[in-house]
Nanobody, 123 residues
Framework: QVQLVESGGGLVQPGGSLRLSCAAS????????MAWYRQAPGKRRDLVAS???????NYADSMKGRFTISRDNAKNTVLLQMNSLKPEDTAVYYC?????????????????WGQGTQVSVSS
């Protein structure tokens, strides 16, 4: 089975930086898109950034210029470098992957989610 595991969350002061990492594991044939979402208490889960296997990226407006998404295709890993963090960035950050799993010679596409990692920005 496919699993996504996030790491790198924590508590930082406003203006600080964090780097989140998400590694996908399992019988993965290919990954189309990997992305980061976030969800604050009482709020809906919103897209932070996404990256296609060919390198194209998409960012939410509030993250542009501060966050950078990248990936290591060989390791099935996506990174999110977060700079100039603000209190409003506080949320649980979730990894997402749109991929195709290989099972006994057959292929099954699907969307998978990680368990989330907490990011807290406070003085």
């Amino acid at each position: 089975q496919v699993q996504l595991v996030e790491s790198g969350g924590g508590l930082v002061q406003p203006g600080g930086s964090l780097r989140l990492s998400c590694a996908a594991s399992g019988s993965i044939f290919s990954i189309n898109t990997m992305a980061w979402y976030r969800q604050a208490p009482g709020k809906r889960r919103d897209l932070v950034a996404s990256i296609h296997s060919l390198g194209g990226t998409n960012y939410a407006d509030s993250m542009k210029g501060r966050f950078t998404i990248s990936r290591d295709n060989a390791k099935n890993t996506v990174l999110l470098q977060m700079n100039s963090l603000k209190p409003e960035d506080t949320a649980v950050y979730y990894c997402n992957a749109d991929l195709t799993e290989s099972i006994n010679g057959y292929y099954r596409p699907g969307v998978y989610w990680g368990q989330g990692t907490q990011v807290s920005v406070s003085s």
